[in-house]
């Protein structure tokens, strides 16, 4: 099967169910307007096998286009709306890509690619034009193309299957028991995203329920939203859900019912024992109208989610989910199903389908999180070497992540062995492309890159071994001027130098471990935080 007879079937099986529930689509109905946008498309010379770029926000438009390019059996570029037209140049080379679906705030004069308005009237509806027939589309020809170590330099461009992004759907049926075709799942996460995309849409897909698109961050919208559509399912990063979290308790704050409310909560199976549960409720209740009132299942996923936040919605009565993934598993491969006694930062097991293990186990019970399964991709688009590097000859991946096992046998995480830097947003940095980009500067012999805290915040920092008539101002310029090839997200603000050599291994490979320690140390000169 590929993706769009998936969109076919649940039509089939779902009617009358709404698929985008802001427009009040059903899926049937966005089928037929599918078929248009890929009229559209033919118009423009898409053709089997082709790359098409993808580049809008979270507007119905999205997953039209995307459906329309595999309706004529092409391949989409998943592109981040983050990024600078310099990464855009560079990632549409890389893969391919001549034709760029993007609302207008994005167009920009391009040599390598042309621009199609996402928000153009479809021939079909324009002018009668003829539907092609659906392309033979194999389950394993690629269906996106996502970049997950940057835009720039050398980076590892992961292309997944219509059989990857089937199955990971088939895997979803593993939350049955917190999931129904009536339900609208809440989506802002940007569908370039694999969370957004997995969560949000593959999750919606598979149990023919109905996604609300959302463009846009901004609180008062999104609170709008809750109080019109009233969301029973909310996909979102873990800082999001500790900003809403702080939202609440200031509320009730104000409203000087802190107290009270942290106890009934706290203390609402023991209530509920003493025939106290309507107070419970009506303390949930409440509370839960900030969500408008139907929320039912919170999925959290991008990065772990602190004890405190995950017991505050079960306190409320909420099925809160963890997730584990990465691109090159198509977002979820592991996944928490809700229980008493689930242990702080788990994420569960494999979902269904998949396969997990640890290995290099230390005396501590930590080891590197191995997978294999439908979920799992088969190799970076043109890079045997990378390829190499992160599968064994039985086609186990190699995540570069730290896990544990609890006392319930389910994964935690527990740090990263691999450099990828994961800021509070859930939005990931790549240190190979950094120092890639900055090791060009004047002066610069040697770069390093890591994650480091400041202020309680989670930043890329970096430490440079520079020339002797290099100092921090005139270093800080050249890189204020490199990081305007980049998105903003990825910015390094804070640096620190060095005229030494920065620690290698024996294979010259820049010990980042050890950079940071000596920076924490005091070693290294370093521009005011």
Sequence with gaps: MNMYQLLEKTAKKFPENVFLAREGLTYPEFIELVKSRAASFAAQGVKKGDTVGLLAPNIMEWPLSLFAVWYLGGRVLLLDTNLTSFEYDNMAELTGCKLVVATKSFFYKSANFKFYDITTKDAVLRDGAKVPPPADVKSDDVATLSFTSGSTGIPKIVPLTHFNLTKCAASLQDFEYAFKDTDIVYGFLPLYHIFGFAAGFLLTLHFGASILLQPTIDPKMILADFKEFRPHVIPAVPRV???????????????????????????????????????????????????????????????????????????LGLLFTQGYGLTETVGPICGSHPRPGRQPYSFGGPLSGNECEMRNVNTEGVGTLWVRGNNVFSGYLNNPEATAEVFDENGWFNTGDLVSKDKNGEYRFRGRKKQVIVLDSGKNVYPDELEGLYITLPGVKNVAVFEHEINGKTIAYAVFSVEDNVDLQSLGVFIAGANKKIASYKWVTHFAITTDELPLTSTKKVRHHVVREKLIAGEYPKRKE
């Design 241 to 315: 859900f500790e900003l809403f979290r702080g939202k609440i308790l200031d509320g009730l704050k104000q409203k000087r019912l802190l107290g009270f409310a942290s106890f009934v909560l706290r203390n609402n199976k023991l209530l509920s024992a003493i025939g106290l549960g309507f107070l419970v409720r009506k303390i949930q209740g409440k509370i839960l109208d900030v969500f408008g009132g139907r929320a039912r299942l919170l999925i959290a996923g991008g990065a772990a989610t602190k004890p405190e936040v995950e017991d505050f919605y079960q306190n």
